[in-house]
Nanobody, 119 residues
Framework: QVQLVESGGGLVQAGGSLRLSCAAS????????MGWYRQAPGKQRELVAT???????NYADSMKGRFTISRDNAKKTVYLQMNSLKPEDTAVYYC?????????????WGQGTQVTVSS
């Protein structure tokens, strides 16, 4: 059984920084793209950033220059460094990953971690 467990969320003042981590565990043969999404109250879940196995990244426009996604393939972990945080970044942040744990790849989601940015 595959699990993604996020950590690192919390309360921070505007302009501050947080680093989120998401570790995959269980029966894993390989991991393809990993990513971060977020969902604010009353809004749809939206893309934050993704990163391929080779390190190619993709960011939502509003996060470019402030957020950095990275991964440690040996640790099966993806990170999200968030700088210059704004109140509008307040949301539950979810990691996901395309993982082959048997015959084929499928997407897995973490349980989410709350990020609250105060003004």
């Amino acid at each position: 059984q595959v699990q993604l467990v996020e950590s690192g969320g919390g309360l921070v003042q505007a302009g501050g920084s947080l680093r989120l981590s998401c570790a995959a565990s269980g029966t894993i043969f390989s991991i393809d793209t990993m990513g971060w999404y977020r969902q604010a109250p009353g809004k749809q879940r939206e893309l934050v950033a993704t990163i391929t196995t080779g390190g190619s990244t993709n960011y939502a426009d509003s996060m470019k220059g402030r957020f950095t996604i990275s991964r440690d393939n040996a640790k099966k972990t993806v990170y999200l460094q968030m700088n210059s945080l704004k109140p509008e970044d307040t949301a539950v942040y979810y990691c996901n990953a395309f993982i082959n744990s048997g015959a084929t790849f499928r997407v897995y989601w973490g349980q989410g971690t709350q990020v609250t940015v105060s003004s």
